[in-house]
């Protein structure tokens, strides 16, 4: 696989050759608060790692679409960025890319972690998406550690605000009730053309891929030392006579202190993020990867309009 095998969105492929009867297509934006499970739920219905899962809040910065086909439909789910109260520019950039999000999807999907209920952000999401015309479904996650009694009333307090179309109840990490949406789905959608070949999983060019998979394994070694001033880039690709494929990465941090926490002592830090990255990688590329990753400082990342165009999003003017 190379780094230019994605299609543009909107090309219609066809698929069907080994299925019977009308096919269906249509978008689906997942919303809702940081950390409330979108990637792993993307990550799930599609059966396969598209979008980085991370504990540290508000990992996923800009719309990725991880493609699933369920029955004769092809749907196309929207992880969006969490949606918070933003402070920064890169805040502002990324809560404007997830309603961006929404408004081009055919559906909504509001993800709502059980456990936080509606407070804070995700009260303010309700609010806002009594405006937003398209039709949304409500979806409870982590109904495994909440009681049903709690959770029938926040289902109910959820739709005196918002009439959604239905109601569902998951667990992101076990897939229970995952199979309800995607049947569901499946059935809504109208007939029509499939937008991506029938193997292809994510519309993420692959080098973009690659830096998404080392941020991840950077935010799983190093959450509780390191600041979101972080950002990877792929700067080189080259595929080799012999199969395998030589990666170089920058890791841009915006201090010299932090990137002492990423090359950690004696380098040991980024060994292992490196292995970790490399190992992820040639799985999903079935050939040898050789990575070299560099960490450079550039201070202030965080207001260079080019980094945001790296990153998909859009750089705040005001």
């Known amino acids: 696989m190379t780094e230019n095998q994605t299609p543009d969105v909107g090309e219609v492929t066809d698929a069907t050759s080994t299925r019977t009867g009308p096919t269906r297509s249509g978008f689906v934006a997942l919303i809702g608060p940081t950390n409330a499970g979108k990637s792993t739920l993307v990550n799930r219905f599609v059966g396969a790692k598209v979008s980085i899962v991370s504990h540290k809040v508000q990992t996923t910065r ?5 493609i699933a086909i369920h029955k004769n439909a092809q749907i196309v789910f929207m992880d969006t960025p969490g949606i918070f109260k933003p402070r920064r520019k890169l805040d502002r950039a ?63 307090t959820a739709n005196e605000t ?6 569902f109840m998951i667990s992101a990490t076990t897939g229970s009730g995952c199979d ?23 519309d993420l060019p692959m080098r973009q891929l690659a830096a ?7 935010f799983l070694r190093l ?22 494929v030589r990666i170089e990465q920058v890791i841009y941090v915006e201090r010299d ?33 050789h990575l070299f990753l560099f960490v450079k400082v550039r ?15 859009e750089f705040p003017r005001d």
């Open 62 to 66: 800009a719309v990725m679409r991880g």
């Open 257 to 289: 202190s932090q990137k002492k926490i990423v090359l950690g002592k004696n380098g040991d830090a980024i060994k292992a993020i490196s292995s970790s990255s490399r190992r992820e990688m040639s799985e999903i590329l079935e050939q040898q990867v």
């Open 162 to 167: 918002v009439k959604f179309d239905r109601t």
């Open 94 to 156: 990324m809560v404007t890319s997830a309603w961006g999000g929404a408004k081009d999807a055919d559906l909504i999907l509001l993800l709502i972690d059980s456990e936080r209920g509606l407070r804070g952000d995700a009260e303010a999401i309700l609010e806002a998406l009594k405006d937003v015309p398209q039709p949304k479904i409500l979806v409870l996650n982590k109904i495994d550690r909440v009681e049903r009694e709690a959770l029938l009333k926040l289902a109910t």
């Open 212 to 218: 998404e998979i080392t941020r991840e394994k950077l």
């Open 223 to 244: 959450h509780q030392e390191l600041p979101y001033s972080s950002h990877v880039e792929t700067e080189k690709w080259e595929e080799r006579k012999d199969g395998s």
């Open 180 to 202: 309800d949406i995607m049947d569901y789905l499946a059935d809504t959608f109208p007939e029509g053309p499939w937008y991506y070949p029938e193997d292809q999983i994510s």
């Open 299 to 313: 201070e202030n990342w965080g207001n260079d309009p080019e980094r945001f165009r790296e990153m998909g999003l």
